[in-house]
């Protein structure tokens, strides 16, 4: 069992920058991919970036392909998200999300489905 919490998110100007961050506790040796998804009102749950730890292997949206970018610290349990040349649309409810299960390839580590464990969200919100 692994718990996350969110952490970073907050009100930028568009074209600024943000980074956030999922801490992982308890039974984080168990886990084989850790990664973000967004939520808006009246939209479903769209895929962001993701990281497999068994292989290293990442993915990102196209939509964030050349702004956003994955990172780890495994000593404190840590994936980061750095954010940059933020747009409007990319405010959203951004949720952390790890599966304890085998989960390998594109359709898995992208989709929520896959996913058994979320965090609460963090709010980032990009607007003039």
């Given at each position: 069992q692994v718990q996350l919490a969110e952490s970073?998110?907050?009100l930028v100007q568009p074209g600024g920058s943000l980074t956030?961050?999922?801490a992982s506790?308890?039974?984080t040796?168990?886990?084989y991919a850790k990664g973000w998804f967004r939520q808006t009102p009246g939209k479903e749950r769209e895929f962001v970036a993701v990281q497999s730890f068994k292989?290293?292997?990442?993915?990102?949206?196209?939509s964030v392909k050349g702004?956003?970018?994955?990172?780890?610290d495994d000593a404190k349990n840590?994936?980061?998200l750095q954010m940059n040349s933020l747009k409007p649309e990319d405010t959203a409810v951004y949720l952390c999300a790890a599966t304890e299960y085998y989960c390998a390839g594109y359709v898995c580590l992208t989709g929520s489905i896959?996913?058994?464990r979320w965090g609460q969200g963090t709010q980032v919100t990009v607007s003039s």
């Amino acid at each position: 069992q692994v718990q996350l919490a969110e952490s970073g998110g907050g009100l930028v100007q568009p074209g600024g920058s943000l980074t956030l961050s999922c801490a992982s506790s308890g039974r984080t040796n168990r886990t084989y991919a850790k990664g973000w998804f967004r939520q808006t009102p009246g939209k479903e749950r769209e895929f962001v970036a993701v990281q497999s730890f068994k292989d290293g292997t990442t993915y990102y949206a196209d939509s964030v392909k050349g702004r956003f970018s994955l990172s780890r610290d495994d000593a404190k349990n840590m994936l980061h998200l750095q954010m940059n040349s933020l747009k409007p649309e990319d405010t959203a409810v951004y949720l952390c999300a790890a599966t304890e299960y085998y989960c390998a390839g594109y359709v898995c580590l992208t989709g929520s489905i896959d996913y058994e464990r979320w965090g609460q969200g963090t709010q980032v919100t990009v607007s003039s």
